[in-house]
């Protein structure tokens, strides 16, 4: 396997990557300067793809809710009975794993016995292993994981905002399932999973950290099982989403001390990858920055009546097919805020000197990514599954304009467009 040697002028950090036969795109950072690596080995699943067909077929398969969560859980079970996490412990690795709406990831860290953690990284995630016997005990196991996302406050609050937003997208069902759903899960069903989502074709690894290069290299090459690429693409089948959102309001009463709330909008702007999405990414940042961030009016308004905290927080969630940004926090009167901050939104003149500011402290972020190793990679494998190059980051930065930011303004702030969800006390 052959790397592509890349050094960013402006960061000065270096990036090594490139293309396994086997389809694996294969990322590797370099950080001498630090103690520790930090690897992650991800694919392009999460809880969204129900209903897909595979390379080679015509028809659509069909697997029940939770699945990518639950083969994720599955992924732990070795052929000869072992356990993956003594075999981390053995080498000082510090392994996890996470399901998300469109990615499944396994994950070590390490500051030492890097090859032999990243062997240990490659050799298991390419091992599956499932009988009805393991399916049917694991069911009990993931039932009480979803029973206790139920009880979550935040957790709750956060679906019945995207169930506000959304009519048909995936993205409203529980990454987990429900305890209906995963009952339907059989070791056949699992197999057809893995082999088509966890063909090397749709995956990457990256790495970043201390790391010799040539070491790590050997031991992907070494490590890659047999795994012939897909010749074309897997096909995500989801339901034609509309632009409106599903309805403006939910409300929950759970166990809280102070009632909690998350507020916002729909992005409708969606069906780009790559750098068009990036640039709608650092739009929005920028934005959410000077309407919401600690000196905006916005925020002084709200603090100044009592109405927000040191809880409330802002945040951009995107995919090509999908986003939304979201408020969230605690407030004596969630439904002030959100009359609140949608009344002053339609008053608001955007000022050039705040987008200067906000654009500054952005690039800021950026380069203090970096100094986070399992932030810095996390990032990298997320964005480089929507198509985009987080090394590249400084050359769509740049292009962001004054007018874009506008232009963003308009089309994403609607009305018409938000949504809000209060969990409150019993």
Request: hydrophobic content about 35%; some cysteine.
């Amino acid at each position: 396997m052959e790397l592509t040697f890349r050094k960013s002028e402006i960061t000065g950090e270096t990036i090594y990557s490139g293309v396994h036969s086997s389809g694996l795109d294969v990322y590797i950072v370099p950080k001498p300067e630090y103690s520790g690596t930090y690897a992650i080995f991800g694919t392009r699943y999460g809880s969204v793809d129900s209903d897909f067909v595979v390379p080679g077929e015509t028809e659509t398969t069909h697997v029940p809710d939770g699945i990518a969560h639950y083969l994720e859980h599955k992924m732990f079970d070795q052929p000869d009975g072992s356990n993956v996490f003594d075999k981390f412990s053995k080498y000082g690795g510090n392994a996890n794993a996470f399901t998300s709406f469109n990615i499944t990831a396994y994950l070590f860290s390490s500051t030492s016995n890097f090859e032999e953690n990243l062997a240990t990284l490659l050799d298991y995630v390419q091992s599956p292993y499932y009988t009805d016997e393991t399916v049917e005990k694991e069911q009990g196991i993931i039932g009480q994981e979803i029973r206790m996302y139920d009880d979550s406050p935040g957790w709750k609050l956060f679906f019945n905002f995207i169930n506000c937003l959304y009519n048909e997208h995936p993205i409203k069902k529980e990454i987990a399932g429900t305890v209906e759903s995963i009952s339907h899960i059989t070791a056949d069903y699992l197999y057809k999973c893995y082999n088509t989502f966890y063909n090397l074709s749709n995956m990457s690894l990256v790495i970043v950290g201390n790391v010799d290069v040539d070491s790590a290299v050997k031991v992907i090459c070494d490590g890659i099982k047999n795994n012939e690429p897909f010749n074309e693409p897997i096909k995500r089948v989801y339901p034609q989403e509309p632009k409106t959102i599903a309805k403006p309001y939910a409300e929950r009463s759970m166990a809280v001390a102070a009632p909690m709330f998350m507020l916002g909008w729909k992005d409708n702007d969606v069906n780009k990858t790559g750098s068009e999405l990036l640039k709608k990414n650092i739009e929005i940042t920028i934005l959410m920055r000077m309407l919401f961030g600690k000196s905006s009016a916005i925020y002084k308004k709200l603090y100044d009546m009592n109405l927000i905290n040191s809880t409330f927080s802002q945040d951009y969630t995107m995919q090509p097919d999908y986003g939304f940004t979201s408020l969230d926090g605690e407030s004596r009167d969630p439904h002030k805020v959100f009359e609140i901050i949608l009344d002053e939104l339609e008053k608001t003149e955007l000022d050039e000197e705040a987008f200067e500011r906000a654009k500054k402290v952005t690039w800021g972020s950026y380069i203090r990514s970096h100094n986070d190793i399992e932030g810095y990679a996390g990032t990298f494998i997320q964005l480089l599954f929507m198509g985009i190059d987080y090394f590249d980051y400084y050359d769509v930065y740049k292009t962001v304009t004054f007018e874009d930011i506008k232009a963003r303004f308009k089309e994403h702030f609607k009305k018409e467009s938000a949504a809000l969800s209060v969990v409150k006390p019993v």
